[in-house]
């Protein structure tokens, strides 16, 4: 149990993150972490290491966000405190419309962008953990750049 409490620590923020970025509330991702780790702690023993620690509970927390998406069908309005930003820039309000233009986007194109840019999973985990093929996974992240570019009204937007 010691070792599943260490990979709790070291993963418990990056779980949250792709948590509330794809259900847009802080309190449901918090539960929705919580529960990741839960069925990963019972299912932990039958974990063969085929893929990383990480990209296994990544996997789980985006299977556990969808069932509950399925499940609350009247979404409410994106809550504003989500957030998903993690890297530093001096522009707070660049910061809040690259935030607002990555929740503007559909579930399936704003968890690649999330897993790619800021879980910095490569083309080949994301596809692991989203049951996807790499070129579909690449042509997700093309259509993401685009929709981001349109959104932010920026033609050089990487």
């Known amino acids: 149990m010691v070792e599943f409490e260490k990979i709790y620590l070291e993963q418990r923020e990056k779980i949250f993150r792709v948590c509330a970025v794809i259900l847009r509330d802080n309190g449901l991702a918090e539960d929705a972490m919580q529960e990741t780790f839960y069925k990963a702690l019972r299912r932990y023993g039958r974990f063969r290491g085929k893929s990383n620690v990480r990209t296994w509970l990544t996997s789980i927390a985006v299977n556990e966000c969808r069932d509950r998406l399925r499940k609350k069908s009247s979404y409410e309005t994106p809550s504003e405190d989500v957030d998903i930003l993690s890297y530093n820039q001096d522009n707070i309000d660049s910061r809040l419309s690259v935030a607002e233009a990555v929740r503007s986007l559909p579930e399936q194109l ?46 050089d937007y990487e």
């Not at 962008?113 to 690449?138: C, D, R, W």
Request: hydrophobic share 40%; proline share 2%; charged share 30%.
């Open 110 to 155: 704003r968890e690649v962008v999330v897993l790619y840019y800021y879980q910095e999973f490569t083309h080949k985990e994301i596809a692991e953990i989203l049951g996807l093929s790499v070129p579909n996974v690449a042509y997700r992240l093309r259509t993401a750049k685009l929709k981001l570019r349109d959104f932010l009204g920026e033609d």
